[in-house]
């Protein structure tokens, strides 16, 4: 844990340049491991009534996830790191109901969690290294690198690609297709998860039979793309759960201090404008102001659906759900 500490002091994290797409990163499971165990040390000061060095410690833990997501890996980095920062959140959100802090480094908090969020550079660096690392074994298997064959998803499309692979793979439409990809996620990141034109992402048949495929010229390169697409998808919709995981966890710690004040909960959250924020923090899964329920003391994102279900959260009969964060005071 000391080396723990001593990362955070230094003014960034470098990690080893990604050489191939295929590569593994075994020390990104290490690192969320270590981040766990300095997540359960601040659990343990808080029970030991350390609220300031309980909620450094959370405080650790976002900062470690976002040298991550800014470490100049691939997407995987990005996710990883991300979801680090939402362990780090979720104790401070915990932490809220019983914490002993006073006014003023509640204050403090909601300024600090200002630098969290969004993270353009990292959301940035990953899509521009992913992008480079398609590229590179697009490149790779047009030189015979890789067995093309081998990159098909079955028995049927593999004997296809053996018989002629340059029939059926076209590198450069392959790359224009990544680059139009990275370029829609990049040119929308500012923008709420609902309003990204997915439209504008390379329109694939993906239940033509295998045949109408084939005569596309490029069968080989469209099924790696359909590989690639979702994870493109799922760094958008990670990002956008970071951010609304932030404002939630900025909102907790404002309704903390104004039931503190006023012993209760405000009517809406813009009683919290313009003390604590300069208006009400928008749900970036929608574009909309976050919903408050003072009733069932919820707030609470509309989610990946777009659609306002009262708060109602994810269970396994629920096709669609919101985001829902408990107000535990």
Do not use: C
Not at 57 to 65: N, R
Not at 100 to 113: C, G, N, P, Y
Not at 115 to 123: I, L, Q, R, S, V
Not at 294 to 316: A, Q, R, T
């Amino acid at each position: 844990m000391d080396l723990f500490d001593e990362s955070l002091r230094q003014p960034f994290l470098l990690i080893p340049e990604p050489k191939t797409i295929t590569e593994d990163y075994p020390y990104l499971g290490t690192w969320r491991t270590i981040s766990q165990i300095e997540s359960i040390r601040g659990i343990s000061l808080f029970r030991a009534k350390s609220a300031k060095a309980a909620l450094d410690s959370a405080l650790k833990v976002i900062q470690f996830g976002q040298r991550i997501e800014n470490s100049g890996g691939v997407i995987i980095h990005y996710l990883v790191g991300s979801a680090i920062k939402k362990d780090g959140l979720l104790r401070i959100q915990q932490m809220i109901a019983d914490t002993t802090l006073k006014e003023a480094d509640l204050f403090a908090l909601i300024r600090e969690l200002d630098g969290f969020k969004p993270n353009k550079e990292g959301f940035t660096n990953a899509l521009k290294v992913e992008y480079q690392m398609e590229r590179t074994f697009v490149d790779d298997i047009a030189v015979g690198k890789y067995d093309a064959a081998e990159t098909t998803t079955s028995a049927p499309e593999r004997k296809f690609a053996t018989i002629n692979m340059w029939v059926f793979f076209n590198p450069t439409k392959t790359k224009i297709g990544y680059a139009q990809s990275a370029r829609v996620i990049r040119d929308n990141m500012s923008k709420p998860f609902g309003n990204i034109p997915w439209s504008d992402l390379p329109v694939l048949e993906t239940n033509a039979p295998i045949w109408k495929r084939l005569l596309s010229g490029n069968a080989i390169g469209d099924m790696l793309y359909e590989m690639q697409d979702p994870e493109l998808k799922r760094l958008s919709l990670r990002k956008s759960q970071e951010d609304v995981n932030v404002t939630a966890t900025q909102l907790l710690v404002a309704l903390k201090i104004y039931k503190i004040r006023h012993d209760k909960l405000p009517k809406s959250l813009s009683e919290l404008v313009p003390e604590f924020f300069p208006q009400v923090p928008i749900d970036d899964f929608d574009g909309n102001p976050f919903r408050y329920s003072p009733d069932k003391k919820l707030i609470y994102s509309v989610g990946p659906d777009l659609k306002d279900l009262g708060g109602e959260g994810f269970h396994k009969n629920s096709a669609t759900y919101n985001l829902p964060f408990k107000i535990e005071f």
